[in-house]
């Protein structure tokens, strides 16, 4: 009988094994991405930082001390104080907490109602798909930050109106990357297989589909968190963010523009945070990215 | 585990045997009534931009309890569509146009995909011909043989994970409670088959659906997979419906026969009868142009031509432009129907007395 199998019989191809074995061999070797170690480690440092604060500095972030405005670097105040006597590097700890909160918060919303909107949209199709996705083309049609500053100015400023505006502003994109996604896997025979197992639709998304698709979406949260925290700071600087006197980095930088020329480091070191918060944040979406999809190694 | 009496090893072994396969003794025995699944005149047509496909064009077949009825045919035969049809997940752009699909007397093809989700897994579930494929990749395999009991029976989680074990036990996947938390990744093909014949029978269905289970297997397992259904048929009365363009397989697993061209059944009946002593022109190249064992053929005699095109099929038969016997008779529209023949067989051949010219001449001694 095996004699028989020997010509041109379809056994097990190595190339579909290799396949196979790669991606968990990928996941065990995650540490070994460069891009996505760095990125957590420099994340890391960060979020660390920021939760220590009060432990790293013995200021208080709102205390004012009119006897010690717009001090330079010293060993007392590592980044000199504001105009009304606040240590800059206390204020920098606080507004990276601040702000990191909220974008962490602020990019659950739109991943969850856009990963929830897309799959409908892919699995079942008809007028669900095309209601939804025209809807996607028109909040897509306006430049993110414009569409943000625009809904924020309206439902005035705040933590929450800046939830609201990311949120009813953000869902698109998930929506557009998990229906996509949703509408390739549902051709897969797995899908076929448990529609012929009389599972429901609503569990065939929820238990079949989103776990396969889902990652594409946490992929595009690591960038959607770097553009959220910019939308934050550019809130804060335009006095749209959270009200003072709560620190937090674009109001630090709206605050400092006005001694740029005599004390640069007000406006140039709460920047520099916003620059290296997303740098780790790309770092590791790029990296979760190179671990996850296959091929790219 | 012990031969189960069919012949196996190629269309030769039909000699040896077969018919009294598996279920051999089932059908008869457990059958109270009528078949357990019925298909009447059933039509599924496929919207394609070339035109209406007519992918099944009404087919009869009918299943009795534990017994195996094979479906046999070409790529693009039909075969595949009419399992499809049964379930109800069709691609969307096919649908029933005509006929009936009856499960224990009830048409199934009036009903909503919610009442159809009450029988699919349940009373009907369906085995694929890839394994790999048709197994979620992200879901342990214990997982996705207990969903089916969770949804359908009302299982607790423990109560459905100990019946998913006792699946896996029955199947002979070993080591199950070790196995159960693997991924389908960490599984060969023919154990990966084994899940999903395991998932096929959580529920106790009356009828499982098998779409080329073993084509994508190599031999030794397809063998092993083969015994295996077998003697779950032989167990717990299930009725299998086998799709394959495998003679040998049908020839060791099932006891009756659809033969399929162009979307119609060409010929009906007992395994022995239309394999070893066909009736109808299609069968007969089928027959010779599979490669047997016992017997060494000076060549292989294939059909020539291609299979119709089902958009615009050939008037009247639908063999008739590859067809050796083929007359004027044959381009007549309709085409010819299904006529009886003794022993409960049906062929769709006009001239189906000429197959027996010719496997008398050829068996002759020379």
């Not at chain 1, 004699?3 to 065990?28: F, K």
């Not at chain 1, 739109?110 to 209601?131: E, H, K, M, N, R």
């Not at chain 1, 609503?202 to 553009?227: E, F, G, K």
């Not at chain 2, 003794?342 to 051949?349: E, I, L, N, S, V």
């Amino acid at each position: 009988m095996s004699a028989l199998s020997l010509p041109g019989l379809p056994g097990p191809a190595p190339a579909q094994a290799a396949a196979e074995h790669a991606a968990p061999r990928a996941a065990r070797r995650w540490y070994r991405q460069p891009a996505l170690m760095s990125g957590l480690v420099l994340l890391g440092i960060i979020v660390l930082a920021a939760a220590a604060a009060p432990l790293l500095t013995p200021y208080n972030p709102i205390a004012q001390n009119l006897n010690a405005t717009l001090l330079p670097p010293s060993a007392r105040h590592l980044l000199g104080t504001d105009q009304i006597g606040r240590d800059t590097f206390t204020r920098l700890l606080y507004g990276l907490r601040t702000d990191l909160r909220i974008a962490f918060i602020a990019v659950l919303l739109p991943f969850c109602i856009g990963t929830a909107l897309g799959s409908l949209a892919g699995y079942f199709g008809g007028w669900v798909d095309t209601v939804l996705m025209r809807l996607v083309d028109i909040v897509v049609a306006f430049p993110f930050y414009v569409l943000i500053i625009a809904l924020v100015f309206v439902l005035g400023p705040g933590e929450r109106s800046i939830y609201i505006a990311i949120t009813l502003v953000g869902w698109v994109s998930y929506a557009r990357i998990i229906r996509g996604e949703v509408l390739v896997a549902k051709r897969q025979d797995y899908v076929l297989a448990a529609r012929s197992g009389g599972l429901s639709g609503a569990r065939i998304i929820a238990r079949h589909l989103l776990p396969n698709v889902i990652t594409q979406a946490i992929i595009y949260a690591m960038s959607d968190i770097v553009q959220d925290i910019l939308a934050i700071v550019t809130l804060g600087y335009f006095g749209l963010g959270v009200p003072p006197p709560t620190p937090d980095l674009g109001s630090m930088i709206n605050d400092g523009q006005n001694f740029l020329t005599t004390h640069w480091q007000l406006t140039t070191f709460p920047g520099l945070a916003v620059v290296v918060v997303g740098l780790a944040l790309s770092l590791i979406g790029d990296g979760l990215a190179d671990l996850i999809r296959p091929g790219a190694a | 585990m012990s031969r189960e009496g069919a012949g196996t090893d190629g269309a030769g072994g039909i000699r040896g045997g077969a018919g009294t396969g598996p279920g051999g003794a089932a059908p008869g025995a457990a059958a109270p009534g009528g078949p357990v699944l019925q298909l009447r005149d059933l039509k599924v047509r496929i919207a394609t931009r070339r035109g209406l496909v007519r992918a099944v064009d009404g087919v009869s077949l009918e299943v009795a309890r534990g017994e195996a009825v094979g479906l046999v045919g070409e790529s693009g035969s039909g075969k595949s569509m009419t399992l499809r049809a049964i379930l109800g997940v069709l691609p969307p752009e096919a649908r029933v146009t005509a006929g009936q699909i009856l499960l224990d007397g009830a048409d199934l093809v009036p009903l909503s995909q919610a009442d159809l989700n009450r029988i699919r897994g349940r009373k009907i579930s369906m085995i694929f011909q890839e394994p790999m494929s048709a197994l979620n990749p992200v879901m342990r395999v214990g997982h996705q043989i207990a969903e089916g009991p969770r949804v359908h029976l009302g299982y607790s989680r423990s109560k459905a994970a100990e019946r998913a074990l006792d699946l896996m036990r029955r199947v002979g996947i070993p080591d199950p409670e070790r196995r159960y938390r693997a991924y389908p990744h960490e599984f060969s093909g023919g154990m990966r088959q084994r899940v999903m014949i395991a998932i096929a029978l959580s529920c106790d269905p009356e009828v499982i659906l098998c779409d080329e289970p073993t084509t994508a297997l190599d031999v030794t397992i397809q063998d092993q997979i083969l015994r295996l259904l077998a003697r779950l048929c032989r167990e717990s009365g299930v009725s299998l419906v086998f799709v394959t363009h495998d003679l040998p397989v049908v020839a060791q697993l099932c006891q009756r026969v659809a033969v399929m061209y162009g979307g119609q059944i060409a010929e009906w009946g007992d395994v022995r009868d239309v394999l070893l002593d066909p009736r109808h022109p299609y069968t007969l190249g089928l027959v010779r142009s599979a490669p047997d064992v016992d017997e060494v053929r000076e060549s292989l005699v294939a059909i020539p031509g291609s299979p119709p095109s089902l958009v615009s099929p050939p008037p009247g038969c639908r063999f008739h432009p590859r067809c050796a016997f083929a007359e004027e008779d044959c381009r007549a529209e309709p085409p010819p129907p299904l006529r009886e023949l003794p022993g409960g067989r049906r062929t769709a051949c006009l001239h189906h007395e000429r197959c027996e010219d010719v496997l008398a001449t050829e068996r002759s001694p020379r």
